[in-house]
């Protein structure tokens, strides 16, 4: 299964966030400028602009675009991605339709207000509050984000549908390796290469000793009956070295 985007989530989340930003920032002059009409008429007249539904159908547009714009990879990915596609469906169903019904309804009165101007209850004609046009223009416009705001909602609600939790990556998951078999070789001891004799003769019936030092000796010391050697002055060797060329002759 191909992982989440989250790349087009998080642009579906600005689109998001800048549609709530502009409903609320429209809902707001709408609110203020209704209010204002009513009192220009000296009466106080209901209008659907003084609900003040731009602002807290911005609200929602403006949680549903962070949810989205905040999604990362990590632990918490698929809680962003559930509480998205919830905020998102709401905006589809109720909010953003909402939104556009209100505010075209608002228009058809601004639009009649503008034009034919409006009587008290006594049907005396009121003069004709210079807002309106102001307000028609700005009530379209509420309008078209409403309906904006449908159909990005639609899109996050379908990519947050692409993917899941278990699209994710495991963070600090451990992957037990399978075990395998190498073959180990045996290293062969290798014999110790013979010690320089450094100009000294070896003692007779001695030999090389391929398994251990060599048993040469140099001529001024001699082995004792432990095997230890034991260094003999340089006089005492003369006069053993003399005996030995009198016992020869």
């Given at each position: 299964m191909a992982g989440f985007p989250y790349g087009s989530a998080r642009g579906l989340g600005g689109m998001q966030i800048f549609l709530g930003l502009a409903a609320?920032?429209?809902?707001s002059g709408d609110l203020v400028m209704g209010l204002t009409a009513s009192r220009y008429a000296s009466r106080y007249f209901f209008n659907f602009s003084i609900l003040g539904t731009g602002i807290w159908t911005g609200l929602f547009f403006l949680i549903a675009g962070s949810l989205a714009a905040s999604i990362r990879e990590g632990r918490t990915a698929g809680c962003k991605i559930g509480a998205a596609q919830t905020m998102s469906l709401l905006n589809t169903f109720i909010f953003a339709p909402g939104l556009t019904g209100v505010t075209a309804m608002s228009v058809i009165w601004s639009y009649n207000e503008m034009v034919h101007g409006s009587y008290d209850i006594y049907g005396?004609?009121?003069?004709?509050?210079?807002?309106?046009?102001?307000?028609?223009?700005?009530?379209?416009?509420?309008?078209?984000?409403?309906?904006?705001?449908?159909?990005?909602?639609i899109a996050?609600?379908?990519?947050?549908?692409?993917?899941?939790?278990?699209?994710?990556?495991?963070?600090?998951?451990?992957?037990?390796?399978?075990?395998?078999?190498?073959?180990?070789?045996?290293?062969?001891?290798?014999?110790?290469?013979?010690?320089?004799?450094?100009?000294?003769a070896e003692r007779p019936g001695t030999s090389w000793n391929t398994g251990?030092?060599?048993?040469?000796?140099p001529p001024s010391g001699a082995t004792g009956g432990d095997g230890q050697?034991?260094?003999?002055?340089?006089?005492?060797?003369?006069?053993?070295?003399?005996?030995?060329?009198?016992?020869?002759e």
């Open positions: 609320m920032g429209l809902g005396n004609y009121v003069y004709i509050y210079p807002g309106f046009r102001l307000m028609f223009y700005l009530e379209i416009t509420l309008a078209v984000v409403g309906g904006l705001e449908f159909i990005f909602s996050t609600a379908s990519v947050c549908c692409c993917g899941g939790p278990y699209d994710q990556p495991a963070v600090n998951q451990v992957v037990p390796m399978p075990m395998m078999a190498f073959p180990t070789t045996m290293q062969q001891p290798v014999a110790p290469a013979p010690r320089p004799s450094y100009g000294f251990g030092p060599t048993t040469s000796v050697m034991v260094t003999l002055p340089a006089a005492e060797l003369g006069v053993l070295y003399a005996k030995a060329n009198n016992g020869a």
